[in-house]
């Protein structure tokens, strides 16, 4: 259940599966005008609740057996309704139409031609528009009804409306970057088709989601755990704003986080006027990973100190009621799939009878509703530093992963004196952003160089800088040589113990970012 109670004109977007679903969604809140996704079999009850209805792509098809069938009483006929690829066939062909395989391959760009000019869904887009296809299905004879409004080179019926209904069906994906106006195309649908409302901004979500916490919490007291990410600070800011002091943050010092970032993001916390206790047990974290090598066992090791070092700090508050947590939309999409239906969302190995104390609290998630782009724009209406909303990823093990084999303190230094001068060195040449993410990894491997006239017998590093956009795939970062030289040599120079640098040059897949 999502946390907010709308004021807003709302699009339910219906999921076959689809790789693009999400972006469908985005791209309708760039338009000011909210969405939401909900799996093809689990439609909402209340549909009044919804203005229009978007039918995303899908990897099935409507003539296997696996054909996904959605049941739209209530919705076709009565709402506007846009159907994308998948959407488009299941109208045609369930509805008196055909879909039959294509005979040419239909992936990539192609062009609309308009079968006749103004067509309302097609204001201010001209001929010759580019799409995105990706579909093997072709619709080979429209619907009953059906009215053909756009064709290209190799699909004849890439866009048709229904005679009668409000209801548009397109083959291509107005949703991708490469359909150059789709945007536009969304836009005249869901504004001057559906007559939506786009007044869904940063400043209404921050005023409604202010006032929704404080009528759902009221006076009792909230306790958050804060990790110096966007998410748990966004969050954290919204809390303080509805309830101030009953809100209880906790930032814990697990020793495996960058340099000097415990004390500054707790200067910073405290700076934003956060009801914030550091809780420094890098000693605890350590010694729970004594000697063990295994990334997976560190893992494990890692998140049960937390929970260890939370339930304690949540213990010494008295009649705590809530749990906040910095849960953002795509966390809640991934755990409903479109086809399975919800899948489990309890990703701890604890059973339910086992939980902390802290896990049985009441949850609250104020930032459900939103994609990671829109908390940053929303952190920003609250004047939160902007430096701290444009930080990079940092694993929740921190450097624990980033040092390969065993663990101690002196090799915690190591790798923070390292990932410092790397970090510090992309801001200082303004490359940081150009970054999603980066780090540097402790190998357990010593090699022989030269110093002075000595030999030595010291530790390599690996530097690894990505592009990507969500983390799940990623692409490695092509610094500039003049930059990777300089900061070669600052940390063989600097730092005590390592005689080496490698900069790795994998992709994901198959290489992960991480390397444990
Ligand atoms: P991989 O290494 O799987 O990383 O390509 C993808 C993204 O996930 C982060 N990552 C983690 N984050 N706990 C986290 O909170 C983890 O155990 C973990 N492992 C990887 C990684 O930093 C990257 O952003």
């Known amino acids: 259940m999502l946390?907010?109670?709308?004021?807003?004109?709302?699009v339910l977007i219906l999921d076959f599966g689809s790789q693009y679903t999400q972006l469908i969604a985005r791209r309708v809140r760039e338009l000011n005008i909210y969405s939401e996704i909900h799996p093809f079999n689990k439609i909402p009850t209340h549909l009044e609740d919804y203005k229009a209805v978007i039918l995303s792509g899908s990897p099935n098809s409507v003539?296997?057996?696996?054909?996904?069938?959605?049941?739209?009483?209530?919705?076709?006929?009565?709402?506007?309704?846009l159907a994308v690829c998948y959407g488009a066939q299941y109208l045609a062909h369930f509805s008196g139409g055909e879909?039959?395989?294509s005979n040419t391959r239909e992936y990539g760009r192609a062009n609309l031609s308009f079968i006749k000019g103004n067509e309302p869904f097609f204001a201010h887009i001209h001929t010759g528009s580019?799409?995105?296809m990706s579909h093997s299905d072709t619709i080979k004879k429209l619907p009953e009804h059906g009215v053909l409004i756009a064709s290209t080179h190799d699909v004849e019926n890439a866009a048709y409306r229904i005679n009668g209904e409000e209801t548009y069906a397109i083959q291509f994906h107005p949703e991708v970057y490469h359909s150059t106006d789709g945007k536009q195309l969304l836009e005249n649908f869901l504004v001057s088709i559906a007559g939506?409302?786009?007044d869904w901004t940063p400043d209404s979500f921050v005023e409604e989601t202010v006032e929704a916490i404080k009528e759902k919490v009221g006076t009792d007291k909230v306790v958050l755990g804060l990790s110096g990410g966007v998410d748990s600070t966004v969050a954290a800011v919204l809390l303080n704003k509805a309830i101030g002091r009953n809100l209880y943050c906790i930032f814990v010092n697990n020793g495996l986080l960058r340099k000097n970032e415990f004390e500054s993001v707790l200067n910073q916390y405290e700076g934003m006027g956060l009801n914030v206790k550091g809780v420094d047990a890098s000693g605890r974290f350590l010694d729970a990973l004594a000697g063990i090598e295994d990334p997976e066992k560190k893992r494990k090791a890692i998140g049960n100190a937390f929970i260890e070092v939370f339930d304690d700090e949540a213990h010494?508050?008295?009649?705590?009621?809530?749990?906040?947590?910095?849960t953002i939309y795509p966390d809640v999409?991934?755990?409903v799939s479109a086809t399975g239906g919800p899948s489990a969302t309890i990703k701890s190995h604890h059973n339910v009878g086992g939980l902390p104390d802290f896990m049985k609290l009441k949850i609250v998630e104020p930032l459900r509703a939103i994609f990671k782009d829109e908390v940053r724009r929303v952190g920003a209406t609250l004047g939160i530093d902007p430096e701290l909303l444009g930080r990079h990823p940092f694993p929740g093990p921190g450097l624990g992963i980033r040092i390969l084999g065993d663990i101690t303190a002196e090799k915690v230094r190591m790798l923070q004196?390292?990932?410092?001068?790397?970090?510090?060195?992309?801001?200082?040449?303004g490359l940081y952003d150009r970054v999603w993410q980066a780090g540097a990894m402790l190998l357990p491997v010593n090699s022989v160089g030269v110093m002075g006239d000595e030999r030595t017998y010291e530790k390599c590093v690996a530097l690894r800088a990505v592009e990507s956009t969500d983390g799940m795939t990623a692409d490695w970062v092509n610094l500039p040589y003049e930059f990777l030289q300089k900061v070669s040599n600052d940390i063989i120079n600097k730092v005590k113990g390592v005689n080496r640098v490698v900069y790795d040059i994998s992709s994901k897949p198959p290489a992960t970012i991480e390397w444990e």
């Open 3 to 10: 946390f907010l109670r709308m004021q807003h004109d709302k």
């Open 417 to 429: 004196e390292v990932d410092a001068i790397f970090i510090n060195g992309l801001k200082e040449s």
């Open 316 to 326: 010494k508050l008295e009649d705590v009621k809530w749990l906040a947590q910095g």
């Open 130 to 132: 580019q799409v995105w």
């Open 196 to 198: 939506i409302h786009q």
């Open 99 to 101: 879909v039959a395989p």
């Open 333 to 335: 999409i991934e755990s």
């Open 63 to 81: 003539r296997g057996e696996d054909a996904l069938h959605p049941d739209l009483k209530g919705i076709r006929g009565v709402k506007p309704v």
